[in-house]
């Protein structure tokens, strides 16, 4: 999964791959809706796109999101207020009915995030697919946690 031209400054090159996981605010299950979800996922991939970070799986359960991005030499708290920031403005000025019936005018986000590195990388892209609605996720029979350990 390397990447042919990695980040690079004046003295370092960098490729750093990152699972990441963002939940929305109240536990609402937004992406149950395929509209929501699909502006999500072209609203994320602008947001790195403009930040030269790299998305390379994404897969949406009922209230979060799992992802695998490449950080480069970016801090792990600078991608998090990027992609939480740019998707969450963006996505209330696509849809302010749901910042005003779900959010009672706040944010999209749950303050908290998740972005580690993956020990197995190739485990770590099997779970992001295999979310609810990832992209071997729906239609199969992994709903829980439990269910795709067994």
């Known amino acids: 999964m390397r990447k042919e031209k990695p980040a690079r400054c004046s003295s370092a090159v960098g490729e750093a791959w990152m699972h990441g996981m963002f939940k929305i605010k109240y536990c609402h299950a937004i992406f ?8 999500m996922r072209t609203l994320l991939l ?12 994404l897969g949406f359960d009922d209230n979060h999101l799992h992802f695998l991005v490449d950080i480069g030499l970016y801090d792990r708290s600078e991608v998090a207020k990027v992609l939480k920031g740019y998707t969450g403005k963006k996505f ?18 749950n303050p908290a ?12 892209i ?5 979310q609810k609605y990832g992209s071997k996720g ?3 029979t992994q709903r829980t ?3 795709f350990a067994s």
């Open 32 to 39: 149950e809706d395929e509209i929501y979800r699909e502006a």
């Open 113 to 124: 995030y998740y972005l580690g590195a993956p020990k197995d990388l190739a485990y770590t």
């Open 126 to 130: 099997r779970y992001i697919q295999t």
């Open 92 to 109: 209330f000025e696509f849809f302010p009915e749901l910042k005003k019936s779900h959010f009672w005018g706040s944010g999209l986000w």
């Open 46 to 57: 602008e947001a790195a796109y403009d930040h030269e970070l790299v998305i390379s799986e």
């Open 138 to 140: 729906i239609g199969k």
């Open 145 to 147: 946690l439990i269910g």
